[in-house]
Every structure is written in C-alpha cells, then in structure tokens.
C-alpha cells in the first residue's frame, strides 16, 4: 500500500539553529514530492516541488530514492516558520502525511 | 477573487439539517478535490473530479454527497451528519489530474463544520 510517513508530530528549535522535517514514502513508483506549508489562520499552501530543485524561504528537500525519503532542511531556522508541514507524495493518488508542527523558539 | 474561493467560511448545523458546501476556482484548473482536516488525523482525500467527472469516491459515507457542475465550481452537499463530521472541509485544484504537471495543489481557506 502507499503510505508517507512524517514520524515527528512536534519539532521545536531555537532561532538560528538549524531544522530537519523528515518524511519517508512507501510507493511502488517513482512519485513526484511536494511539501506544503499551512501557516497560522492561513491556507495550505505549496512550498516546493521537488522536480524544480528550488528553495523555498531558506528551505530545500533532498530526495534519497534508496532510502525513499523526501526531508525538508533549512540551515537557519526563523520564527516566522513556524508552522505545519506536510509531505505529499503523488502517484495518481496525491498523499499528505500526517504533518509536523514546527516551533521555532526565540 | 483569485485562487479557490469556498464558502461558507463557517457552518454550525443540526443532525437533521441539509446544507451544501461551495467551492469555485478561476485558475483554469481541471481537476478539482475536496479533502477533510481533522484534529487528530491527517488529510483525508474525500472525492476527487477530473474535467467536472468524479474519478474517486475514497469509501465516503453517503451522507456526503459531491455535485461538480462544471470545471470551476464544486459543490458537497451535507445531510444526516453526525458530531464526528465536525471538520475542516478543504477543498483544492490542480491544473492537472492529481498534479501531475507538477505544479502541485492550490487549497481554499476550507470551511470550518461543526455538527450538534
């Protein structure tokens, strides 16, 4: 069955520090990963895409195919990530993790 | 209004009622999606159309019951609900079926549902 894990309900750093969101996807093909980012009293909305190779607000999501995971690191944690991050892999069948709720303490 | 718009933003309704959710993009997108946001599950995909036809229906109770008039406007419809169908009710859009162009998922603000 496909199945994306984010094994971390809660994440909480210090300002500056840096951050790791992890995410683990169980697919029998090669399914295209996004991460989303849902603000306080706002949206779900599109952080990045894993085919564009970008980064995103400090972040960037490194594919490791061998050990199917798809985590999100920024290197300087602001206070203004706080939020909820949602991996979703897709596959004609777009899955979303059960989201990690990042802290970043001042 | 850009992006997807859904209304109402807030709904309180009865065991009894009938009520009927809305969602609209102006995107051009083809695909359309609502899902279900609980306090302590993740996303739940509930129904999923491609160019205004339904193409999933994932084991939704029907009490639920989804009207796609065309690619623009979405529409779910609500009767008989019980307490536990007090939800976020999200609604989404992508240019493709399933983003499959890879430019992923545009989300409304979801309407928040609280059954008594």
């Known amino acids: 069955a496909q199945r994306v894990t984010q094994p971390e309900k809660l994440l909480s750093v210090f300002k500056g520090a840096p951050v790791e969101l992890k995410c683990n996807y169980s697919?029998?093909?090669?399914?295209?990963l996004f991460w989303y980012v849902q603000y306080s009293r706002q949206r779900l909305q599109l952080l990045l895409r894993?085919?564009s190779r970008e980064s995103i607000k400090g972040f960037t999501a490194d594919l490791n195919k061998g050990e199917t995971s798809f985590h999100l690191k920024k290197p300087f944690a602001q206070e203004e990530d706080s939020a909820m991050y949602y991996c979703a892999p897709s596959d004609n069948d777009m899955r979303f993790g059960a989201g990690t709720r990042l802290t970043v303490k001042p | 209004e850009t992006g997807v718009t859904q209304t109402p933003r807030h709904l309180v309704m009865g065991m009894t009622n009938k009520k009927s959710l809305k969602c609209e993009q102006h995107l051009g997108h083809n695909a359309m999606y609502w899902y279900k946001q609980s306090a302590k599950k993740p996303l739940e995909l509930m129904f999923v159309?491609?160019?205004?036809?339904?193409?999933e229906n994932n084991s939704v109770p029907s009490r639920f019951s989804p009207e796609c008039p065309n690619s623009s406007h979405l529409f779910l419809h609500l009767h008989t609900l019980q307490p536990e169908d007090s939800a976020l009710y999200l609604c989404?859009?992508?240019?493709?079926?399933?983003?499959?162009?890879?430019?992923?998922?545009?989300f409304g603000s979801g309407t928040r549902l609280t059954v008594v």
């Open positions: 894993h085919i």
């Open positions: 697919y029998s093909g090669s399914p295209e």
């Open positions: 159309y491609n160019f205004k036809e339904q193409t």
């Open positions: 989404a859009s992508s240019q493709e079926f399933y983003a499959s162009n890879n430019y992923g998922y545009t």
